[in-house]
Structures are given as C-alpha cells and as structure tokens.
C-alpha cells in the first residue's frame, strides 16, 4: 500500500495563496498519475487538478483554472500544487491521491463516488485550507 502524505494547508486570506505537497515517503510517485480532490464542509468530494506521471498532461477543473497550477517533480519524489488567488470556496479538506491514468476522468467532476472508483487508489489522509478574513 502506497503511503500519501500531504502539507502545507493552512489559515489564509481571500486572495492569498499557499503551496500544498504530495509526498509517498518510502515510495516512488514517478510511476503514477496523481490527482488532487478536495471537500468542502458539507459537500461531496471533487477533483480539482491532475498531473500525468511524466508531468507532460495536466488537468484542472473549471472553478481553479487560472488560479491554481500543479507539478512535479520526479527527482525529488513531489507533486505540488501552487494556489493562487484564493477564495473562500475554496475552503476545504485537500487530498492528494496517487493511481492511473484514469483519474483525469475525474480531475474536473464532482462528485466522486464512495468508494472512491479504480483508477483513483491511493489517498493521503488530506490537509486543511482555509480561507477567510
């Protein structure tokens, strides 16, 4: 089993940004796809942005377009996802989740089923954003 760690979530302000990180400590990421999907306090699971194991492909879904910019990097065994420009919507728990090729289907589509479908097989345990004055 694949061990997802993820960090850098916070407290911030609308229009600020933060730096969230993907991690597989003891592992290798380089060989898979990896996805992150977040959950809004009393909402369903949705994708926000994905990145091919190469890095050449990425997704992102409409509401983060512009905003948000996801990368890896496959020496250092991270997969990152810079924020910008954020809003209060964008509060929520952030889960970086490692599989194939198939999460892309999911990178801009809400909700993600439960159980989570296959393609989308490994989940961190997630990080805290919030946004808020």
């Known amino acids: 089993q694949l061990h997802i760690e993820e960090s850098g979530g916070g407290l911030v302000q609308p229009g600020g940004s933060l730096n969230l990180s993907c991690e597989a400590p003891?592992?290798?990421?380089?060989?898979?796809?990896i996805g992150w999907f977040r959950q809004a306090p009393g909402k369903e699971r949705e994708g926000v942005s994905c990145?091919?194991?190469?890095?050449?492909?990425?997704v992102y879904a409409d509401s983060v377009k512009g905003r948000f910019t996801i990368s890896r990097d496959n020496v250092k065994n991270m997969v990152s996802l810079q924020m910008n420009d954020l809003k209060p919507e964008d509060t929520g728990v952030y889960y970086c989740?490692?599989?194939?090729?198939?999460?892309?289907?999911?990178?801009?589509?809400?909700?993600?089923?439960?159980?989570?479908?296959?393609?989308?097989?490994?989940w961190g345990k997630g990080t805290l954003i919030t946004v808020s004055a």
């Open positions: 003891g592992s290798t990421l380089d060989s898979y796809a």
């Open positions: 990145i091919s194991s190469s890095g050449g492909s990425t």
């Open positions: 989740v490692a599989g194939t090729i198939l999460l892309f289907g999911f990178c801009n589509y809400s909700p993600i089923p439960d159980p989570p479908p296959y393609g989308l097989d490994h």
